[in-house]
Nanobody, 115 residues
Framework: QVQLVESGGGLVQAGGSLRLSCAAS????????MAWYRQAPGAERELVAA???????KYADSVQGRFTVSRGTAMNTMYLQMNSLKPEDTGVYFC?????????WGQGTQVTVSS
């Protein structure tokens, strides 16, 4: 079973940048969807960005133009570049892979944006 581990979270001031990484313990080459979600305190988990076959990307309206999702050249890592961060971007960020119809989640990494 492939495991996902997020890293790169932390505390940053509004307007700053962070780069999150999602490392897989095995190959995720066959993943049909790779995505980043976030969950703010007291809120439901929401989709932030996703990658689909054919290099298609989807972003939440709230992060469009500020966040960029990508995969590493080794194909077992996914990144989320977050620029122009806002306090409302605060939350726990999770990565997810969909493989053979199953959702695989990481444990999450905390991002806190101070005003």
């Amino acid at each position: 079973q492939v495991q996902l581990v997020e890293s790169g979270g932390g505390l940053v001031q509004a307007g700053g940048s962070l780069r999150l990484s999602c490392a897989a313990s095995g190959s995720i080459y066959s993943a049909t969807v790779m995505a980043w979600y976030r969950q703010a305190p007291g809120a439901e988990r929401e989709l932030v960005a996703a990658m689909y076959p054919g290099a298609n990307r989807k972003y939440a309206d709230s992060v469009q133009g500020r966040f960029t999702v990508s995969r590493g050249t080794a194909m077992n890592t996914m990144y989320l570049q977050m620029n122009s961060l806002k306090p409302e971007d605060t939350g726990v960020y999770f990565c997810k892979a969909v493989m053979r119809g199953h959702d695989i989640w990481g444990q999450g990494t905390q991002v806190t944006v101070s005003s």
